[in-house]
Nanobody, 122 residues
């Protein structure tokens, strides 16, 4: 069982930056690949980024490539999402998730956090 808690969301102007954190409970954090997803009302949850168990491999949605960076610190049981050059279309609730491999499909993840709101004003 893994319990995930996101933090770091908020309101930022377009062009600004935010860093999201996702803290995991338990001693098996390094056994899981981690992903970040986002969702706006009325739309499906969308893949943002994923990272392998060791952190050696990362994957990004085309819409955030070059602007967002996913990383993890297994000693701190935490995964991060550094978001730069934010755009109004990045506004969403951001969720972290844990799964066996770094996938873009929500069905591949077993555990989810409660989400944190990111709002980018124009």
């Amino acid at each position: 069982q893994v319990h995930l808690v996101e933090s770091g969301g908020g309101l930022v102007q377009a062009g600004g930056s935010l860093r999201l954190s996702c803290a995991a409970s338990g001693r098996t954090f390094s056994s899981y690949a981690m992903g970040w997803f986002r969702q706006v009302p009325g739309k499906e949850r969308q893949f943002v980024a994923a990272i392998s168990r060791s952190g050696g491999s990362t994957y990004y949605a085309d819409s955030v490539k070059g602007r967002f960076t996913i990383s993890r610190d297994n000693a701190k049981n935490t995964v991060y999402l550094q978001m730069n050059s934010l755009k109004p279309e990045d506004t969403a609730v951001y969720y972290c998730a844990a799964g066996l491999s770094p996938q873009s499909k929500t069905q591949r993840y077993d555990y989810w956090g409660q989400g944190t709101q990111v709002t980018v004003s124009s």
